[in-house]
């Protein structure tokens, strides 16, 4: 799916849809890109001379490709997050870099959804995390 699918079915727009692509394997496990723009909002100042891209944007891309792992539910709501445990940054990654995502649900239990992600670049792992999130009703 390309970021015009993408945007069925995530909220997020903008600077903060963090996806190019996503598409689910028979295994289960989506697989998603995202290439870091050259100068993205979040690496202003972070650091001047040396842009690297935050942690939690990092989580963010892995958690915003957990979704295509329920999709269904968002047709009613809001997918937000409830946890991150053990996050681990194992390399720097910047602007232009291609990210690749590794998705897997682990467990469900009723709203609730836990999820193992790792990021990588060029093949390098440079994060991983267990991230659960829960379906919030739309208001």
């Known amino acids: 799916m390309d970021r015009n699918g993408i945007m069925e079915v995530l909220p997020h727009r903008g600077g903060?849809?963090?996806?190019?692509?996503?598409?689910?394997?028979?295994?289960?496990?989506?697989?998603?890109?995202?290439?870091?723009?050259?100068?993205?909002?979040?690496?202003?100042?972070?650091?001047?001379g040396n842009p690297i891209v935050p942690g939690v944007i990092l989580c963010e891309i892995m958690a915003q490709a957990c979704s295509q792992l329920f999709?269904?539910?968002?047709?009613?709501?809001?997918v937000m997050y409830r946890g991150?445990?053990?996050?681990?940054f194992r390399g720097t990654v910047r602007p232009g870099d291609l990210c690749e995502v590794s998705a897997r649900l682990?467990?469900?239990?009723?709203?609730?959804y836990v999820c193992d992600a790792t990021l990588s670049v060029s093949g390098r792992r440079c994060a991983q995390a267990r991230i659960t999130l829960a379906a919030v009703p739309k208001d």
């Open 84 to 88: 991150l445990d053990s996050v681990k």
């Open 106 to 112: 682990i467990e469900s239990k009723g709203t609730l």
């Open 71 to 78: 999709v269904e539910v968002f047709a009613d709501n809001l």
């Open 16 to 48: 903060m849809l963090l996806l190019d692509t996503m598409e689910l394997d028979a295994e289960g496990v989506c697989h998603a890109t995202y290439t870091i723009p050259e100068k993205p909002f979040f690496c202003d100042g972070h650091f001047p």
